[in-house]
């Protein structure tokens, strides 16, 4: 994920393909794409011996703000961020949560239409989670904010649209929402019953089919499909026939944690 962060923003060139952003390829005008990106490496590089007032001012020089509007821009992400009351403090003294919070406004100071975070929450404690997470949250609404993470449930708190990337290739990109949509079911059966597993994988669109415990005198079985219909009916239709004690038939939405695992068993890998 870094590497392609690093790619996506200029600072390492693709060994093949090409990367444009607003239509500016990144390779052959770094400095023009650049303009148009604000971006926070996992590692940001801060100088802790400046205040957070001058600093911010080195990055608005650099970012090329005009004199005349930097001040107010400051004002602006001062606020935005939450570091009203640190401006004059040096930046080796703040806290992780705090210094995230630099790293962010400098990113956001030239106003661009795309922020980058790369793994933005990495060794924070949970209530500075907390508060980054609403501040990215915040800053979608005037940009747009590609967010690098390994931690599903960020995903799922900050994030409208997701991509999984594995072994260099791109496994799925789709709204949240779609991702999660109801396209597995749990069924309990009675315990004893035979052939249960292919009754229910002659079913039309279903992908797999696994044991997932007992509940009382039933097991249950876990039901996916390759689409977004609810398998509910289509497993009734098939199991009513068997004369089988059915004690539970249910749709399961997807966590992302489900759907990270089942693209992680089609890619081969063993998922965390």
Known sequence: KTTLMKILTGYLEPDEGDVRVHGIDVVASPIAAQRRIGYLPESAPLYGEMLVQEYLEMMAAMRGVPVEQRRDRMIEVIRATGLTERVIQPIGTLSKGFRQR?????AIIHQPDILILDEPTTGLDPAQIVEIRELIVGLAKTATVLLSTHILSEVEATCERVLV??????RADAKLAELRNANAAVVA??????????VLRKVTGVTSVESSGSAGDFTRWRVTSGTSDDLCPALFDALRTTRWKIGELRPEPKTLE????????????VAP
Do not use: H, T
């Open 102 to 106: 630099v790293g962010i406004a400098q």
């Open 165 to 170: 990337i594995m072994q260099g290739e791109l």
């Open 189 to 198: 059966v009675e315990s004893g019953a035979s052939g249960v597993a292919d």
């Open 258 to 269: 489900r759907v990270f695992r089942d693209l992680a068993e089609r890619a081969g890998q």
